[in-house]
Each structure stands twice: as C-alpha cells, then as structure tokens.
C-alpha cells in the first residue's frame, strides 16, 4: 500500500477512497474490500474484492478507450489502485439496458425480467442516498445546472457506444449483459469522460437469459453467503478478463 502512503484522502465513498496525486491533474483511486447494498443499509466486507474491482475496470476501461470513448483510466497499479484523471465528479449515474431486469421492472411493471430492449433504455439518476438516487430526465439535469445540453448529449452518446462495445464483447463471451450504470465527470468545461468504475458491482452479466447464474452483485443484494459471493466476484474476474486472479490479489 506504499503508493497511498501519506497521501491526503481527498473523498471516500462506500467502496472507494481518493487520494491526491503528485501530479495535479491526477487522482489516486483506491478500491475498498466493502460491498454494499441498498444505499449502504447492507454492508461486508470481502477480501480481495477490491483487487478484482480494480482490474475489471482498468480490463473494461482499456476496451472502451480502445473503441474512442474517453475515461478517467491513466494506469492500474497491482493490487487495487486506478490512477485516473482527475475531473469534476457529476452527481448522476447513467443507466443502459439491454434486458428488462432490477429496478426497471419493479418501477414498471409491464416490463417482465428477461424481456430484450431495443432500442437500450437510456435512464438518469441524481445521486443521493437520503433520496434513493431518484429518476431524473434531462430537463430536470440542466435545471439543476448538473450537466449542459451538450454534456447530456455526449453523456447519452458515450453511454450507447459503450453499450455496443461490451454488448459485443460479452456475447464472444458467451455472456448477456444486461444492464450497466456508468458515471461520468467534466475533464473541461462542457466536456465529460466515464469516471469511477465498471465491473461486477455496476452491471448485470448472466450467463443464461433467466438470471439464475450471473457474475454480478445481484447475490449479494438478494442474501447469498458472503463466501458464495465472493466466489462469484472471482467467477467475474475470470469470465471477463479471460485471465486467472493472482492469488496475492486475491488475498489482499
Ligand atoms: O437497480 P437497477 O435495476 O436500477 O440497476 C440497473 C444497473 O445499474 C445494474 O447493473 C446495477 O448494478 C447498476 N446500479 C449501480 N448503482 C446504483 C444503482 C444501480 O451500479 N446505485
């Protein structure tokens, strides 16, 4: 943990800390062991998951730049840290999906779990865990004066490009993936990039169109053993890097 050694905590959030870089531009991200459900009431801890948090998302954000659409990503340091650029958090979290699962369908009934959107349903939330991260719609976002007219357009378009890029990653995977929240921040004035993170906490993955097996947090959220889902973190880390976790990761 040398790297964070010393270093001022600059915000701390239920599964990340941010610390302040040398370099002004530059953020360090430290990825917590806490898991978390309904806005932070259900609370863990599992060794090694922020290890697998770190690198899903360095693994998914590497795809993305690779495909043109801009993140926060500078350089993954072993075993949970992310450098990143540092930008101006917005307070919403971006959701698009594919399949008709969680929240959509409890809101909306007439949707039924397992049922295919298309086009993607694109939804915006104001982050607040007091309010429970309430649906917003664009003109709530600029009346707020969260985000420009030009923001949300890039916000909206980044979101689907991603959606596409790991939509189609995934199926070479043999993997469904269902739905995504991604967040962003302003790099410049009236110019955001995806910030935070992508992995097993903010996406449903399944690997069969009725959800029963599925490397995501939806274990958690609905009362699996914590070492069932841990076992499912490390399932994540494999089915979507294609690689093995390095046991000194899994350990720390
Ligand atoms: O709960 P809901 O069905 O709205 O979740 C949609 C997607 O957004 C899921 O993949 C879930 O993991 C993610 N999400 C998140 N953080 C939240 C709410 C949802 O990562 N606060």
């Not at 697998?52 to 693994?59: H, L, P, R, S, V």
């Not at 990653?169 to 469904?176: D, E, P």
């Not at 609905?222 to 494999?238: H, M, N, P």
Request: hydrophobic content about 40%; proline content about 4%.
């Amino acid at each position: 943990m040398s790297i964070i050694k010393g270093r001022q905590l600059i915000a701390e959030g239920k599964t990340k800390r941010v610390y302040l870089h040398d370099d002004p531009d530059k953020v360090i991200l430290y990825f917590k062991n806490d898991i978390t459900a309904l806005d932070g009431l259900k609370h863990d801890v599992i060794t090694g998951k922020g290890y697998i948090n770190a690198y899903i998302t360095k693994y998914l954000f590497e795809k993305l730049e690779k495909a043109g659409i801009p993140t926060q990503l500078v350089e993954y340091v072993f075993p949970n840290i992310i450098i990143a650029k540092k930008i101006q958090m917005l307070p919403l979290e971006v959701v698009c999906r594919n399949i008709a699962a969680g929240h959509l369908v409890k809101r909306l009934p007439f949707f039924k779990t397992g049922q295919q959107l298309n086009p993607p349903v694109v939804e915006f939330f104001y982050k607040s865990d007091e309010l429970h991260d309430p649906m917003v719609n664009e003109y709530h976002i600029q009346a707020l004066r969260v985000a420009s007219e030009r923001e949300i357009s890039q916000m909206k378009d980044y979101t689907l490009k991603a959606n596409l890029v790991l939509k189609d990653f995934f199926a070479k995977r043999g993997l469904i993936f269902v739905d995504f929240k991604i967040e962003f921040g302003r790099l410049t004035a009236d110019n955001v990039i995806i910030g935070d993170e992508l992995n097993g906490d903010s996406m449903r993955l399944w690997a069969t169109l009725d959800g029963r097996r599925a490397f995501d947090k939806d274990g958690y959220r609905s009362g699996d053993a914590l070492e069932r889902v841990r076992e499912t973190y490390i399932e994540a880390f494999k089915v979507i890097t294609g690689e093995e976790p390095l046991k000194e990761g899994l350990e720390s």
